[in-house]
């Protein structure tokens, strides 16, 4: 072999070298990259639905065993579910003493999440069993006294001209993430104050004193102006409220805050019509009260407050059901 055969020999030696190396760098970076797909990542950290229930319904009764009897499951199944909820997220979630259980701070955490995530995920199952039997259903924020005494006993109107929509009602009584609770409006008293919400003032509040015909005639008055000290029925959410009529009428000798206290308006519209005192009453949830003669007013004056019932959507939502509901509401109030 001569020398130029010998170079020509090493020159392609060395390029198949070269080649496989590149080859081999290149299956090594592809290997690499594939190492862990994302999916793989995400099913690690996805925990079952059922492991969500069981740690859920354990985490609300503080028991394995209730949880069992709640899921229709035996309590083996359950501690089995929670110890790979356990194992997903790192961390013990509860402290286990003997048949007792209590949540761990990281399971205290996650217990709230978990539960606010699973009734998101019912709600969503809800519209869609409502979307499969060709209605809607509009799912609505509520305050109880405002759907109870006032929406609620005009709503067959609303669905008998709208019959392929339903209606669901949940009490809230705070401003909340309309789109995380799976909302479609909310009804607000308050102010206009909710943010990343479109909020459209519907009636102020206007409170007049009543009382029944019977108390009224038990104390033989005629007004609020002399009543005398016939007992007052106060709600608790409005501390202030006599004390602001009774200056607003000019009728500072009467002492205000002596009386009997009550959590909701529709207990004071109950403790009114039982004779217990004189009620001071948003004008809107007893028009029906007095013009049946359950109660009477007791003032041709009415105290505006400071607050106002708005009907509450989220920021840019459009939805034609939603529009509709709201100007019957509109033509309702007025």
């Known amino acids: 072999m001569n020398s130029q055969q010998s170079m020509s020999k090493n020159h392609v030696y060395r390029h198949n070298c070269l080649k496989s190396a590149q080859q081999v ?85 996650l217990a709230t999440d978990v539960s606010a995530e699973l009734e998101s995920l019912h709600q969503t199952m809800m519209r869609a069993v409502s979307a499969g039997n060709m209605s809607s259903t509009l799912r609505v924020a509520v305050l109880p006294t405002f759907a109870t005494l006032w929406l609620i006993p005009r709503l067959p109107d609303f669905l008998e001209r709208h019959p392929d929509l339903e209606v669901s009602f949940s009490t809230r009584l705070e401003p909340f993430d309309l789109h995380s609770g799976n909302f479609d409006f909310a009804i607000h008293f308050g102010k206009e104050n909710w943010p990343n919400t479109e909020m459209q003032k519907m009636f102020s509040e206007r409170m007049v004193p009543v009382a029944s015909p019977d108390f009224v005639a038990q104390h033989g008055f005629l007004s609020i102006a002399d009543s005398g000290d016939a007992p007052l029925l106060h709600t608790s959410s409005r501390p202030t409220a006599w004390q602001d009529y009774m200056a607003y009428i ?85």
């Open 25 to 109: 760098k290149f299956i090594h970076v592809k290997f690499t990259a594939r190492k862990i797909p994302m999916k793989s990542f995400q099913r690690r950290y996805m925990p079952s639905i059922s492991a969500l229930r069981c740690f859920e319904a354990a985490a609300r009764h503080q028991s394995f065993t209730l949880a069992s009897k709640e899921l229709d499951l035996t309590q083996g199944a359950v501690s089995r579910q929670v110890k790979e909820l356990e194992q997903i997220v790192g961390a013990q979630l509860f402290r286990r003493t003997g048949r007792q259980v209590a949540l761990t701070k990281a399971g205290s955490r």
């Open 250 to 334: 000019g009728h500072t000798d009467r002492a205000y805050l002596t009386g009997r206290y009550f959590d909701q308006f529709s207990m004071v519209i109950a403790a009114a019509k039982a004779s217990l005192g004189i009620g001071l009453l948003p004008s809107f949830l007893i028009h029906g009260d007095i013009d049946e003669g359950k109660l009477v007013s007791l003032s041709d004056s009415w105290l505006e407050t400071e607050n106002s019932y708005y009907f509450v959507t989220p920021i840019d939502q459009e939805d034609t059901n939603v529009e509709l509901f709201h100007a019957w509401m509109t033509e309702l109030t007025a």
